[in-house]
């Protein structure tokens, strides 16, 4: 059973940085588009950023500038650094991956970021 497990959420100041990651496993991740999406609560979940299996980076205009995706094959990982962060940006945090082909969807269990003084 494929699995997708987040860690490194928490509580930081606005103005402050997090750095999320994604442990992904029994799937072949290098072929997955993988992705960090988000939901505040009563919102509907929204994108925040996907990589391709070429690295290929895709952001909410929201995050651009602040927000860095990045994978490690080798590791199964996907991470998000979150700099500058904002009370807006407060919301679980959800890993995503996506087998293009067959379109095979796998969500993570979420993370909970609250930016807060």
């Known amino acids: 059973q494929v699995q997708l497990v987040e860690s490194g959420g928490g509580l930081v100041q606005p103005g402050g940085s997090l750095r999320l990651s994604c442990a992904a496993s029994?799937?072949?991740?290098?072929?997955?588009?993988m992705g960090w999406y988000r939901q505040a609560p009563g919102k509907q979940r929204e994108l925040v950023a996907t990589?391709?299996?070429?690295?290929?980076?895709n952001y909410a205009d929201s995050v651009k500038g602040r927000f860095t995706i990045s994978r490690d094959n080798a590791k199964n990982t996907v991470y998000l650094q979150m700099n500058s962060l904002k009370p807006e940006d407060t919301a679980v945090y959800y890993c995503?991956?996506?087998?293009?082909?067959?379109?095979?969807?796998?969500w993570g269990q979420g993370t909970q970021v609250t930016v807060s003084s």
């Open positions: 029994r799937l072949r991740f290098s072929i997955y588009v």
């Open positions: 995503r991956a996506e087998n293009m082909v067959f379109k095979y969807v796998y």
């Open positions: 990589i391709t299996s070429g690295n290929k980076t």
